[in-house]
């Protein structure tokens, strides 16, 4: 089983939609967790982290649910530039600072 | 005032031969990172430094080898290049080694 699972898409939607993306992760002892965003050809970035009380950032709201051992991404009011690889990251800390990665969902959004 | 920076962009070169990846960060992190992103578009970590002193090493063949000179440089680099290493590597840089990472632009490598 891999680390982190996620749908690889892609999700295709229209603009304005609301769009969202699940992930699993394996390690039960994983604290902390992160999307990034990769668009296509270029570097990922940081989009938001996820807590466990979840995250808002405007359209964005990101939860985590330890029980299932998932983590959601939800974007609201879909712009064509939100066209991207989402990436489902969990984060080991300890002394190794690794990020785990999962392969990405791939969305795009029409007009 | 670009934040994290790599080079080469691309890199094409036959198997067999040495070649390097030179990256540098402006940003005052104290941690770098090599990544690889294969044709998959899967994005795994190879290596990492903290002050220079390497904290992360992957299941790498050691033809790979990671080198910083200083905290704001971390260079990779592959001997006797095979085909398998054709891939897009990403440097990264963080403070305290945090979750939140900055990434290059990528060094796209092709061994033909």
């Known amino acids: 089983r891999k680390e982190v699972e996620q749908d690889p898409g892609p999700f295709n939607v229209p603009e304005g939609a609301t769009v969202a993306f699940n992930c699993t992760y394996s390690?039960?002892?994983?604290?902390?967790f992160f999307w990034y965003r990769q668009d296509c050809r270029k570097e990922p970035k940081l989009l938001m982290s996820?807590?466990?009380s979840g995250n808002e950032d405007g359209r964005f709201t990101a939860q985590l649910n330890r029980a299932s051992q998932y983590i959601s991404l939800l974007i609201r009011d879909s712009k064509l530039s939100d066209s991207a690889t989402y990436l489902c990251?969990?984060?080991?800390?300890?002394?190794?600072?690794?990020?785990?990665f999962g392969a990405g969902t791939r969305l795009a959004v029409h007009p | 005032d670009t934040a994290v920076s790599q080079t080469p962009k691309y890199l094409v070169t036959q198997m067999g031969n040495d070649k390097s990846i030179k990256c540098e960060q402006n940003?005052?992190?104290?941690?770098m990172y090599w990544y690889k992103q294969d044709s998959k578009k899967f994005l795994k970590i190879m290596f990492s430094?903290?002050?220079?002193?390497?904290?992360i090493n992957e299941t790498v063949p050691n033809r790979f080898s990671p080198k910083s000179p200083d905290k704001a440089h971390l260079n990779l680099h592959i001997n006797s290049l095979e085909l398998g290493d054709s891939a897009v590597y990403f440097c990264?840089?963080?403070?305290?080694?945090?979750?939140?990472?900055?990434f290059g632009p990528g060094t796209r490598l092709t061994v033909t």
């Open positions: 990264a840089s963080s403070q305290n080694r945090a979750g939140e990472q900055y």
């Open positions: 390690n039960s002892a994983s604290q902390s």
């Open positions: 996820v807590y466990s």
């Open positions: 990251v969990d984060f080991r800390g300890g002394g190794y600072n690794k990020l785990i």
């Open positions: 940003l005052g992190h104290d941690t």
């Open positions: 430094y903290n002050n220079k002193e390497l904290i």
